[in-house]
């Protein structure tokens, strides 16, 4: 998504939403997070889900613009985000796609490819 990012962001606003975690330590665990070291807890607190935020866009080297659903996981509910999906909305709130669930249905050449149509048709 970075790379989608760094190539469109002067076409498309980009914004990604931090929403609860996936696999937090006191939760369920993966193996590939074991193995790479990352440990987090569920946060309790919208200070918590900030701070998990910022350390996450930190080590994953991303600058796409985060902002982070609040402690109630309210954008989470309502766009189905959990583990992690991708929307493409028009200026006029417009749903033009909707990924499948992550991470099996995130796939980043399909979101590009109908990214790409989208700003073709010259609607953002």
């Known amino acids: 998504m970075e790379k989608l990012y760094q190539a469109n962001k002067d076409k498309a606003e980009f914004i990604m939403v931090y929403i609860k975690e996936a696999h937090p330590e006191d939760g369920w665990k993966v193996p590939v997070n074991e ?5 987090v807890n569920q946060p309790t607190t919208d ?3 900030d701070e998990v935020a910022k350390t996450c866009t930190e080590k994953l080297g991303l600058t796409i613009p985060c902002v982070v659903d609040g ?6 509910q309502e ?3 959990w583990p992690d999906r991708a929307y ?12 499948g669930p992550g991470p099996a249905g995130f796939k980043v050449p ?6 790409e149509a989208v700003l073709k048709a010259g609607t953002k």
Do not use: C, M, Q
């Not at 193995?35 to 440990?39: E, L, M, Q, S």
């Not at 402690?71 to 989470?76: A, E, T």
């Open 35 to 39: 193995k790479a070291g990352i440990t």
């Open 88 to 99: 493409i909305v028009g200026k006029d709130g417009k749903i033009f796609y909707k990924s």
């Open 110 to 115: 399909e979101i590009a490819g109908k990214l």
């Open 71 to 76: 402690i109630d996981n309210k954008v989470g």
């Open 79 to 81: 766009y189905a985000g």
């Open 47 to 49: 200070k918590e889900r």
